[in-house]
């Protein structure tokens, strides 16, 4: 078994591809590629929140208080337009990012105290959420001014103003620590990035040691070498396993580096997550890893060997990230929680382990639930992969 091992391994490790996704994909790449995404986000985020906005507005006499709000506000510059048909246009051409409509009856409606509504033209798809937020600050400076000038004949204190705007308020005491919260996020990205790579690292040597080896004509020679068919199948098995096992410690530990070593590029509360992860985390993490490599190992070692090319192999694959990715999605849909019963769901009981371990609220005896659920799991599989193996019209299809 050991000696089938070692030469599988030896020529997977002289294959380029190979080398690609198992150490420089998992260690340098995806790491990278993420830490710059989250970069980006931020810098192009922080933008949205402070670039100088472009607007136009029409009826600006029927409101000039809130019209000159606007106009003295840094972060918008009037643009001024024809009229009000062209705004979609102007929109459109990113003359402007957004346009107000004050109606003739604002005023009026004002000077009865009665509720008055502006329009605001924006594209929602581009940064909308941003604007409108931006805008309604503006939008709500003007209703407080209007607001204390309805409210000042009534010649009330401060308190009891504040009972009249808002009788009852909420006073939020969250049990819930800065890990915890920013956990809950993080925690449910990282087993969607690991078990991906896993999966990936091992697929392509998959095709290589079992439907490449048909193409090859090399399989037939292997199997009357003086080695039982459980002896090869626990070799190639382990070489899978070991492939995607390293990918995935691998990119852990890049980037654990990447986030130890430079603290200062993260958001602070991030920052603080990231050192409050201990190396016991980690190492469950690790654990958690071990009976996924397993499985993905028999699964893709049995596809391969029923393959009867490279081609059909990757064919019959491919659809296995999606079916990876489908467990780890239910895993971060709000109100999924770790329970003994989710602790027993393939795939999905990993990724909500990996959660809470991030958050730091992992219940021990789910852990080993999971743990052993799992392990058992890589156990059928690798058993079903042996019997598979030694079925003939597996082998030599035709």
Same mark, same amino acid.
Request: glycine residues 6%; aromatic residues 8%; charged residues 20%.
């Given at each position: 078994?050991?000696?089938?091992?070692?030469?599988?391994?030896?020529?997977?490790?002289?294959?380029?591809?190979?080398?690609?996704?198992?150490?420089?994909?998992?260690?340098?790449?995806?790491?990278?590629?993420?830490?710059?995404?989250?970069?980006?986000?931020?810098?192009?985020?922080?933008?949205?929140?402070?670039?100088?906005?472009?607007?136009?507005?029409?009826?600006?006499?029927?409101?000039?208080?809130?019209?000159?709000?606007?106009?003295?506000?840094?972060?918008?510059?009037?643009?001024?337009?024809?009229?009000?048909?062209?705004?979609?246009?102007?929109?459109?051409?990113?003359?402007?990012?957004?346009?107000?409509?004050?109606?003739?009856?604002?005023?009026?409606?004002?000077?009865?105290?009665?509720?008055?509504?502006?329009?605001?033209?924006?594209?929602?798809?581009?940064?909308?959420?941003?604007?409108?937020?931006?805008?309604?600050?503006?939008?709500?400076?003007?209703?407080?001014?209007?607001?204390?000038?309805?409210?000042?004949?009534?010649?009330?204190?401060?308190?009891?103003?504040?009972?009249?705007?808002?009788?009852?308020?909420?006073?939020?005491?969250?049990?819930?620590?800065?890990?915890?919260?920013?956990?809950?996020?993080?925690?449910?990205?990282?087993?969607?990035?690991?078990?991906?790579?896993?999966?990936?690292?091992?697929?392509?040597?998959?095709?290589?040691?079992?439907?490449?080896?048909?193409?090859?004509?090399?399989?037939?020679?292997?199997? *009357?070498?003086? !080695? /039982?068919?459980?002896? +090869?199948?626990?070799?190639?098995?382990?070489?899978?396993?070991?492939? &995607? @096992? =390293? $990918?995935? *410690?691998?990119? !852990? /530990?890049?980037?654990? +580096?990447?986030?130890?070593?430079?603290?200062?590029?993260?958001?602070? &509360? @991030? =920052? $603080?997550?990231?050192?409050?992860? /201990?190396?016991?985390? +980690?190492?469950?993490?690790?654990?958690?890893?071990?009976?996924?490599? &397993?499985?993905? $190992?028999?699964?893709?070692?049995?596809?391969?060997?029923?393959?009867?090319?490279?081609?059909?192999?990757?064919?019959?694959?491919?659809?296995?990230?999606?079916?990876?990715?489908?467990?780890?999605?239910?895993?971060?849909?709000?109100?999924?929680?770790?329970?003994?019963?989710?602790?027993?769901?393939?795939?999905?009981?990993?990724?909500?382990?990996?959660?809470?371990?991030?958050?730091?609220?992992?219940?021990?005896?789910?852990?080993?639930?999971?743990?052993?659920?799992?392990?058992?799991?890589?156990?059928?599989?690798?058993?079903?992969?042996?019997?598979?193996?030694?079925?003939?019209?597996?082998?030599?299809?035709?």
């Amino acid at each position: 078994m050991w000696i089938v091992y070692l030469k599988e391994l030896r020529s997977l490790l002289r294959d380029r591809k190979t080398l690609i996704f198992t150490i420089l994909i998992p260690i340098v790449a995806l790491p990278l590629i993420g830490f710059g995404m989250s970069q980006v986000m931020s810098k192009l985020s922080e933008k949205a929140r402070t670039e100088q906005i472009k607007y136009a507005i029409f009826g600006a006499q029927n409101a000039p208080a809130l019209a000159e709000l606007f106009a003295k506000d840094a972060g918008y510059r009037e643009v001024k337009l024809d009229s009000a048909g062209d705004i979609r246009g102007a929109i459109g051409d990113d003359r402007i990012k957004l346009a107000l409509n004050v109606p003739a009856q604002f005023a009026g409606a004002i000077g009865a105290s009665q509720q008055a509504a502006i329009e605001l033209h924006f594209n929602s798809a581009d940064a909308g959420e941003i604007t409108r937020k931006r805008v309604t600050a503006v939008v709500e400076q003007y209703n407080a001014t209007l607001r204390d000038k309805a409210l000042s004949h009534f010649k009330l204190t401060a308190p009891q103003l504040a009972f009249v705007l808002n009788p009852v308020t909420i006073d939020v005491r969250s049990t819930a620590d800065q890990r915890e919260r920013i956990g809950a996020l993080v925690g449910g990205m990282l087993p969607y990035l690991l078990i991906f790579v896993c999966l990936m690292a091992g697929m392509y040597p998959a095709i290589d040691i079992g439907a490449g080896e048909k193409e090859a004509g090399t399989l037939e020679t292997l199997l *009357l070498a003086p !080695v /039982s068919r459980s002896q +090869l199948v626990m070799g190639k098995f382990l070489v899978l396993f070991t492939v &995607a @096992l =390293a $990918a995935s *410690l691998l990119m !852990v /530990s890049s980037l654990g +580096l990447l986030l130890r070593f430079y603290p200062g590029r993260l958001d602070p &509360a @991030l =920052a $603080a997550v990231v050192a409050a992860i /201990s190396i016991g985390d +980690l190492g469950m993490i690790a654990l958690m890893l071990v009976p996924t490599a &397993a499985m993905f $190992a028999a699964i893709l070692l049995s596809m391969s060997i029923y393959a009867k090319s490279y081609k059909e192999a990757a064919g019959m694959m491919q659809p296995m990230m999606i079916i990876a990715i489908m467990p780890m999605m239910v895993a971060m849909i709000p109100g999924v929680e770790l329970t003994w019963l989710w602790s027993a769901v393939p795939l999905t009981n990993i990724a909500l382990a990996m959660k809470e371990i991030v958050k730091g609220t992992m219940d021990y005896p789910k852990f080993l639930m999971i743990l052993f659920s799992s392990t058992l799991l890589a156990g059928i599989l690798l058993a079903f992969c042996r019997r598979w193996f030694s079925r003939e019209e597996v082998l030599f299809r035709d």
